[in-house]
């Protein structure tokens, strides 16, 4: 229970490796708001959590919308008295459609933009006026280590993955002066749902090959990293890129 009476704010909480660092967050003692631009996903959720003895709220939230952002902040405020963790996971990822570069549409640049970094900063800026009033926060940002591979034919989610790590940078700082902390996840290829679906074996045995570790990650083998960074074991740990990806680029 290292995350006993913490409250965490998890975006992109409805589907995918959202819903297993929600459930992680939870076993380890936080009251977890899960929130997606998929509302029902993200009750979902908090229902399992829930279910299973823990405390959960979830509701829709779009990162892309400050109003949206500032909504989730204050009813996080409202229902729990704090805001300790919040996790930046929403991200566009396999709903990207690959390919040249010099082909990649203007609108799904744009897109991926406004969700994988336009979201982050909305939601940093929407949860840090609570964090700052308490002097306490753990803000972890999750990134793909496609940026560190230079993968082709995905430049606008390679792009946006390593704004993260910049934004990450940019952000610590700022935020040190209060406490809180800004770090990145950066994670391989995780077996979620999507990935498995859009990506199929032949591609996750490529990546396994690849990795020191022959096995595929699991949405859990992501849980970890998250769980050591929002608590107190990271206390003087801020603006790095923790990399879990079975043993694939070496930071
Ligand atoms: N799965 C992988 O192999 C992998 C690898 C590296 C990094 N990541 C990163 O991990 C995170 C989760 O990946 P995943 O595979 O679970 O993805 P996923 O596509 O399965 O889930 C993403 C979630 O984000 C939500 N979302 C999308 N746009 C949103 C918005 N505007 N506002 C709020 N929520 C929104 C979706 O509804 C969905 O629930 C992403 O940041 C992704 O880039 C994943």
């Known amino acids: 229970m290292q995350l006993k009476d913490k409250v965490a704010i998890v975006t ?39 279910a299973a003895g823990g405390d959960a709220i979830g509701f829709k939230a779009d990162v892309t919308s400050k109003a949206d952002t500032d909504a989730m ?6 229902q729990y008295d704090r805001i300790d963790i919040l996790v ?21 640049w744009d897109r991926c933009m406004e969700v994988n970094l336009k979201g982050l ?3 940093i800026r929407s949860v840090y006026p609570f964090m700052k009033k ?20 995905r430049l606008d989610y390679v792009t946006s993955k390593a704004g993260v790590v910049g934004l990450t940078h940019a952000i610590a700082p700022e935020l040190g002066e209060y406490d809180i902390n800004v770090n990145a996840v950066v994670l391989g290829l995780v077996q979620s749902d999507s990935a498995v679906k859009v990506y199929g074996a032949e591609h996750f045995q490529k990546f396994k090959e690849r990795q020191v570790f022959k096995r595929s990650l699991t949405p859990q083998d992501a849980c970890g990293a998250v769980v050591f960074l ?5 206390e003087m740990i801020t603006g790095q890129s923790l990399v879990v990806d079975g043993g694939l680029v070496f930071h």
Not at 98 to 106: I, R, S, T, Y
Request: net charge negative.
């Open 134 to 153: 308490q002097r306490y926060g753990k803000i972890i940002n999750i990134s793909s280590v496609t940026w560190m591979m230079g993968r082709p034919y």
């Open 230 to 234: 929002a608590s107190d074991d990271a």
């Open 12 to 50: 992109g909480a409805g589907v995918g490796i959202g819903v297993e660092y929600s459930k992680r967050l939870a076993a380890e003692g936080a009251k977890v708001v899960c929130t997606d631009i998929q509302g029902g996903h993200a009750e979902a959720t908090a229902k399992e959590i829930v």
């Open 121 to 123: 900063w909305n939601c």
């Open 73 to 78: 902040a204050s009813r996080t405020q409202d």
């Open 88 to 108: 930046n996971n929403a991200a566009l990822f396999t709903a990207l459609p690959e390919g040249p570069f010099d082909e990649l549409k203007e609108e799904n």
